[in-house]
């Protein structure tokens, strides 16, 4: 009789300490980084009516995205890792300026200027992401392309200063009735908040700006060059 009175108390004891333990803590999990380059996109990545025009409310314009919208439109991230003399989103202002084309392929220039007061560094290939003027975002290919001058390394910018990083687009092009992109997203370094860039170049004679980058359009970004 006393063994089985032990048994059960031990028993009583055992379920409630599993009762009153505490629950096991879950990792947080880790915000997924896009990747460096991407390519040709899965169905699984379109979002449901990417080929329609909304209904209901008109899209939020470009000018008044939040942080955390502009990010979840990158595509690819900056090569480049964040350090303490970085330029970040605060630090610039980005624009496309000039225009080129040949067999099927557009040029321009993504030019990054210091407006900030202190010098900052950008190094790499910057991360890109657009969105379309319906207001989807883009599941562009993107890929790595090569320095104009044949070779680069991190640029240091004094306030004031600019760097370039040379931009082609191929492939599948937005038509007459095509989607096309209104915003670009540029990431100078992974992690950061992308740079908004309004699609359009300048520097160019009126009605010569337009850029025809689609939904499935092919981009290739160069390294930062002073």
């Known amino acids: 009789m006393r063994i089985v009175l032990t048994a059960t108390l031990l028993a009583l004891s055992a379920c409630g300490t599993?009762?009153?333990?505490e629950p096991a803590r879950q990792a947080t999990p880790t915000p997924t980084q896009p990747p460096l380059?991407?390519?040709?996109?899965?169905?699984?990545?379109l979002s449901p009516g990417w080929d329609e025009t909304p209904d209901g409310p008109?899209?939020?314009?470009?000018?008044?995205?939040?942080?955390?919208?502009?990010?979840?439109?990158?595509?690819?991230?900056?090569?480049?890792?964040e350090g303490d003399e970085s330029c970040g989103p605060g630090d610039v202002s980005a624009r496309l300026s000039g225009v080129d084309a040949a067999l099927g392929h557009r040029y321009t220039s993504?030019?990054?200027t210091n407006t900030s007061s202190r010098a900052c560094v950008v190094e790499g290939v910057p991360g890109i992401g657009a969105r379309g003027d319906l207001g989807h975002r883009f599941t562009l290919t993107v890929e790595r392309g090569t320095p104009a001058s044949g070779s680069a390394g991190p640029?240091?910018?004094?306030?004031?200063?600019?760097?370039?990083?040379?931009?082609?687009?191929?492939?599948?092009?937005?038509g007459h009735d095509a989607e096309r992109?209104?915003?670009?997203?540029?990431?100078?370094?992974?992690?950061?908040?992308?740079?908004?860039?309004?699609a359009r170049i300048t520097d160019v004679p009126a009605g010569a700006g337009d850029v025809d980058?689609?939904?499935?359009?092919?981009?290739?970004?160069?390294?930062?060059?002073?």
């Open 37 to 45: 380059t991407a390519g040709t996109p899965s169905e699984s990545e």
């Open 155 to 174: 640029v240091r910018l004094a306030p004031g200063g600019e760097a370039r990083s040379l931009v082609e687009w191929t492939g599948e092009l937005a």
């Open 181 to 198: 992109a209104s915003l670009l997203v540029v990431q100078l370094a992974s992690g950061q908040v992308p740079v908004p860039v309004p």
């Open 110 to 112: 993504l030019v990054v």
């Open 58 to 81: 008109a899209p939020t314009p470009d000018a008044d995205l939040p942080d955390a919208a502009l990010t979840a439109l990158l595509r690819t991230r900056g090569s480049s890792a």
């Open 18 to 21: 599993g009762d009153s333990a």
């Open 213 to 226: 980058v689609g939904m499935f359009t092919t981009l290739r970004l160069g390294p930062f060059e002073g």
